[in-house]
């Protein structure tokens, strides 16, 4: 930020900063229920999709004749859904969630596609009530998407360090026997996770589509990486077992900053991806160092307390 304030005139206007917040809210929506499937130690390849999917079923709903803030809820249902899928494949068969998240983002993805088919592909014309979900600000400062967003932060965060579930999604995370030993229901666990992923895609549709007053069968290509990639860079372990909802907002923003600068200084998308390919090596580069000295210092302490005769070497 330091460096754009610089080469960038007006990048850090308090105005300028919270208007280019709309521009990654969906990101940061899918990143918060993207946090509790990595901590699990899942991924899901499948939000942009099911963003997709759901943004243009809301589309077909509402041009059906159902009231948009009713469609708007029925694309969670079905975001819900499809993540609930997600989650039974993965637990019911054993697949890899690498590889069965792989295949249903081509499904969801194919299946948004054909559902926006006709025309150019994309739904427009949804009441001005709706546009200012994605658009309008409170006392024309806050932006409603980042109310919105703040307000999942604050829910998420709650749950995943102050709930039993939360505690089970780290359990998991950290050691799946164990938990499994322990009693926890890790098949369970692991479809909710899912599930809220699926919720949350369903979510960041809505805010998209009134963002750009409309919605397309590709309005979510690709934003699985970019999800994936606001959670690492939040310090969540890409292994699982540890991260938090605080870390995932400031990466949000980090990436959310970072595309404002570049779009500024006139970068074009393909050389942003590229700059943002170099952030996730350093992020996940940055956590294994770290990780490796941590153990180190750990052993370095055990072994000077049991020089000092404060704890059994086990060689006694």
Not at 23 to 42: K, Q
Not at 51 to 72: D, K, R
Not at 178 to 200: E, F, N, P
Not at 227 to 246: D, K, P, Q
Request: proline share 1%; with cysteine; glycine share 14%.
């Amino acid at each position: 930020m330091i460096v754009f304030s610089a080469v960038a005139p007006g990048f850090l206007n308090f105005e300028n900063l919270m208007s280019s917040t709309n521009n990654f809210m969906a990101v940061g929506v899918m990143a918060l229920s993207m946090t509790f499937v990595i901590i699990t130690g899942g991924i899901d390849l499948s939000v942009g999709s099911m963003m997709s999917l759901c943004g243009v079923s809301m589309g077909l709903f509402w041009q059906h004749g159902l009231n948009i803030w009713i469609a708007a809820i029925l694309a969670l249902v079905l975001g819900a859904l499809l993540g609930f899928i997600n989650g039974q494949i993965i637990v019911r068969t054993g697949i890899q969630p690498l590889i069965a998240t792989l295949a249903t983002l081509f499904i969801y993805g194919s299946l948004a596609m054909v559902l926006a088919g006709q025309g150019d592909g994309s739904i427009y014309g949804f009441p001005q009530s709706y546009l200012f979900l994605g658009t309008g600000s409170l006392f024309r400062i806050m932006p409603v998407q980042l109310l919105v967003f703040s307000f999942l932060a604050l829910v998420f965060g709650f749950v995943l360090q102050r709930t039993n579930y939360g505690r089970r999604v780290y359990f998991i995370g950290n050691n799946e026997a164990a938990a499994l030993y322990s009693g926890v229901r890790v098949q369970h666990v692991k479809t909710y996770t899912y599930v809220i992923s699926g919720c949350m895609s369903g979510v960041a549709a809505v805010l998209m589509g009134s963002y750009f007053a409309s919605v397309r069968g590709d309005m979510g290509l690709n934003y699985e990486l970019t999800v994936i990639t606001a959670c690492l860079v939040g310090g969540v372990n890409v292994f699982g077992g540890s991260g938090t909802i605080f870390g995932v907002v400031v990466g949000a923003f980090i990436l959310g900053m970072l595309q404002q600068g570049l779009n500024m200084l006139n970068v074009s998308s393909v050389e942003q991806s590229i700059v943002t390919g170099l952030i996730l090596i350093a992020a996940v580069g940055i956590q294994q160092m770290s990780g490796l000295f941590s153990r180190r210092t750990r052993r370095i302490k055990k072994d000077r307390m049991s020089d000092l005769g404060l704890v059994s070497t086990g060689r006694e």
